[in-house]
């Protein structure tokens, strides 16, 4: 029998307009996609431990409940840790009060002097400018306020998602069975068990790469004599879940606290030296070697996902982006008609390109 082929161009008709229904539903079931996908991931770590629990004959709901609460207990006591970081500023806020004030006033004196505004008039156009500002932008600000409490209400959803996809790991294996019958289960069960794999040695890296750089930009900050340097060193290095530019984003906060508390300038300009080559350092040698020998994306394809992910979920869309795009990398990769784009997401440096 003669088989009909569609012509190229309804084929690539019908393939934007899923993509723009994918996309469309992306960003309208963000605040149910979001927590669903953090508990995926958290429960595909969690699993190899739940295993050994559960081969120590504890009942599987005893082992994931066990698990959970280690989870959160180690959680817990990190942020137990930067909250006595952050109590010990009480000490100094007083020296920072002064410096601050001392700086407004100087800013103010150098307006005077170089554009004739006497401080009054600095002050009442400040509150114009201020008032204004905030007229116009108070519906951006309620509506990123309602979201960011919307997240965290559904966010604490987490742990009974990852409770209930542990307990249902078998039941949503054959689910993938079910739908997709005409391929064996071998087959199936080796695409699950390399989207695992991905995602746990993602994971596994990027906590090491968390590590190293908290400890380099640690040592780093106490040579250079700034205060809290393991508060701001490890809250640095925990901002690479937002690849390329987490690092960067993480030293303003040094380098605005240096200026304040510091006479010299210049400290300021060690402490953003020093993190412009630990960035330099993570983004070319740290991370290839520790993660990307696990995770084989390209820089463009990473970056166009972190565009594409940040637009749709925000900065759950930049910490999500690289280990869902590995994950889509492995799907394509195991399906015949979508190995193209699957070659195209991947390491281009090592790459078996026809010539």
Sequence with gaps: ????????TTRLAYVLISL????????????LLIPLTFAAIFALLLLPVCQLLEKWRFPRWLAITITILITIGVLLLLFYLVYIQIMDFEEILPQLTEKVEKLYFDVQIFIRRNFHITRTQQRVEGKKYLTEFLKNNSDILGNTLST???????????????FLMLLYRDFIKVFFYKTFKSVSSHRVNVVLKKIKNVVIDYMVGLIMVIGIIGILN?????????????????????????????????????????????????????VASLFVTIQFLEGNFITPYIVGSKVSINSMAAIIALIVFGSLWGMSGL??????????KVIFDSVEGLKPFGFLLGDADHADVIK
Excluded: C
């Excluded at 879940?241 to 240096?258: E, M, N, Q």
């Design 1 to 8: 029998m003669k088989t009909f082929q569609q012509p190229f």
């Design 20 to 31: 723009v229904i994918i996309i469309f539903g992306l960003f309208m079931l963000k605040d």
């Design 148 to 162: 960011t409490t919307g997240l965290l209400g559904n966010l604490t959803l987490i742990p009974l998602y990852i």
């Design 218 to 270: 640690t040592v780093g900050l106490y040579i250079l004599g700034i205060e809290h340097a393991i508060f701001f060193g490890f809250l640095a290095s925990f901002l690479v879940l937002i690849p390329y530019i987490g690092v960067a984003i993480g030293s303003l906060l040094p380098i605005l606290f240096t200026l304040i508390t510091k006479d010299n300038p210049l400290y300021a300009v060690g």
């Design 319 to 328: 910490v999500l982006a690289l280990p869902l795009t590995a994950i889509i």
